[in-house]
């Protein structure tokens, strides 16, 4: 795999870590607006939860996607 | 009293159940002390996602979470956090690790530990460390059995009956069928908590305040402190952040996921389960509902120990059938029952292999290991039943304790994967003095800043193997000719 590859997921990681804890999650320390009935800190996590997981999907294909092996 | 048998009887059939399903799998598992443990190294996707997720789905979710935002608010969703980042250090640890074990034979941390840096005592050391951590994660989904039993049927099932009870059931499939037991129950087990959970995290904002909506509107004009940080209980970000932090990078130093990584037949299906990981904190969602709903309903009266508002909830508020109360405790003692079911058989392992296989079992044949290893399972699972009967603390703090722990083995499995240059006395100074500053640190100083006490160790863990690399003696032996791995 490139560098840049390397490059990219670690600091998909590195985002969605500072995103869930300090200093990334003091913008989103507030109630309001609410989003699907949830206050906007709760919905904040559940946002970085679905991030996480698509980052890591399109980090997975194109690693191991195909038939071509590890 | 016809309620109160109908849920007993609901839950017996279950255990039974749960018995009779793991049993079954024993035809299945090679006799092999490998098949036993690792489960023949040919776990696929499927199974390996449920293993991994009944982890997650333990005693401590379905009582725990609820509790805590119950308790603090907004900091529980450290459990999101935590739950969420942990695939980042499998997804790239984890590949590394399966590839080593399929290459080296490896079944426990301390088999790669004491392989890499050529040292018995390493091994040891990795090996007390994981058991000393795993024993009070045990006692978490013991006194989870207890409580359920104990609060479902009354009191009429008290708390040491209930927790001993469900734990004969675990020890009894551990015992007979190894970890292919554990599969093939998890594959229920796991559907049906995830059922249980959504239905009662749904219906109970329903049943009380119309919907999640609304519950969280009137929260917020009536106690808006528990939406947002630092919650009700004025948890600063800083023990926040930590705590998320150590969990989320010590989550995969646990011996029963660390031996799962062996497990996996290939790199690639490590990394696809690391994929859906973080999907698995939104199973923990509805049960966040479950806590806030609890605030206003139990405003007047606060709970004596919040581990029960779940329970209370379901029992004394909404008024659900006995048949969903019976099917409620099903699905949270399976919770507890298969995370105990893979904690107790891992700490056997790991005592075993690594602690007495080096010392007084030296030499022994394969089937007195085999032996020993059923027996451990037994004695942890008994030993970790004692502490719960001792031990009435917060589930969430006996947990955050362990974790502190079991992250001061990031170093040396750090060093044994990729810094080869790393020396066996480095690590074992930095693991000792984190381990042991950690321990002074939570049970007899207090944490500087307020931040969680295993950040503090890992720290000093870490200064002290770099001033080891820096100021100590080369190894004596050729250790560092040999590359980490090829």
């Keep these: 795999m490139t560098k840049t590859y390397h490059l990219l997921t670690g600091l998909h990681f590195a985002l969605c870590t500072l995103a869930m804890i300090w200093p990334g999650a003091l913008i989103a320390n507030r109630i309001e607006p609410t989003v699907l009935g949830l206050p906007f800190l709760f919905f904040w996590y559940t946002l970085w939860m679905l991030l996480l997981f698509v980052g890591m999907w399109v980090a997975f294909v194109i690693r191991h996607g195909g038939n071509h092996h590890e | 009293m016809s309620d109160t048998a109908i849920v007993i009887g609901i839950t017996l059939v279950y255990l039974v159940m749960v018995l009779a399903v793991g049993l079954r799998a024993r035809g299945q598992a090679s006799s092999s002390l490998e098949g036993y443990v690792a489960g023949g190294r040919h776990v696929g996707v499927v199974i390996l996602f449920f293993i991994l997720g009944a982890e997650i789905f333990s005693a401590f979710a379905f009582l725990g979470t609820p509790g805590w935002s119950y308790q603090h608010g907004a900091p529980a969703f450290y459990i999101l956090a935590y739950l969420s980042l942990v695939p980042i250090t499998i997804w790239a640890l ?56 104990q609060a479902a049927t009354d009191g009429a099932v008290p708390f040491w009956l209930g927790g001993l009870l469900a734990f004969l059931v675990v020890a009894a499939y551990v015992f007979t069928s190894g970890l292919s037991g554990i599969g093939w129950t998890n594959l ?119 581990d029960t508002v779940l329970l209370r909830m379901v029992m004394d508020v909404a008024n659900f059938s006995p048949w969903v109360i019976g099917l409620m405790l099903s699905g949270a003692l399976a919770a507890a029952m298969s995370t105990g079911a893979n904690l107790a058989h891992t700490a056997a392992v790991v005592l075993v292999r690594d602690v007495m296989g080096p010392t007084v079992m030296k030499g022994a044949s394969e089937k007195a290991t085999i032996g020993a290893t059923r027996w451990s399972v037994l004695g942890l699972s008994l030993a970790a039943y004692g502490l719960a009967l001792l031990n009435p603390g917060s589930l969430v703090m006996i947990l955050l304790t362990a974790y502190g722990l079991i992250v001061q083995l990031f170093p040396m499995v750090i060093g044994a994967l990729f810094m080869p240059t790393l020396r066996r006395a480095s690590v074992m100074a930095g693991a000792l003095v984190g381990s042991l500053g950690y321990l002074l640190m939570d049970f007899v100083w207090s944490s500087p800043f307020g931040w969680h006490a295993g950040v503090w160790a890992m720290l000093l863990n870490i200064v002290v193997v770099a001033a080891w690399q820096r100021f100590g003696r080369p190894d004596s032996d050729v250790s560092l000719t040999r590359p980490a791995s090829r």
């Design chain 2, 94 to 149: 984890g590949p590394r690790v399966a590839k080593l074990g399929r290459e080296r034979g490896y079944l426990t941390q301390g088999d790669m530990i004491a392989d890499h840096y050529r040292s018995k005592p390493l091994g040891m050391l990795a090996g007390v460390i994981g058991v000393v951590a795993l024993v009070p994660y045990l006692t978490i989904q013991i006194a989870g059995a207890g409580l359920l039993f």
């Design chain 2, 188 to 306: 229920v087990q796991g559907v049906m908590m995830i059922v249980i959970a959504w239905f009662l995290g749904l219906a109970i904002p329903e049943r009380l305040y119309g919907g999640v909506g609304e519950m969280f509107s009137q929260l917020q004009q009536q106690a808006p402190e528990y939406l947002t940080m630092p919650g009700a209980t004025g948890m600063g970000w800083g023990y926040f952040s930590t705590a998320v932090l150590v969990s989320a990078f010590g989550g995969a130093m646990w011996p029963h996921l660390f031996m799962k990584f062996y497990s996996a037949d290939s790199g690639k299906t490590l990394r696809k389960v690391s994929v859906f990981y973080p999907l698995y904190a939104y199973l923990l969602v509805p049960l966040l509902f479950i806590g806030f709903a609890g605030i206003l309903a139990f405003a007047d009266a606060p709970l004596e120990r919040s």
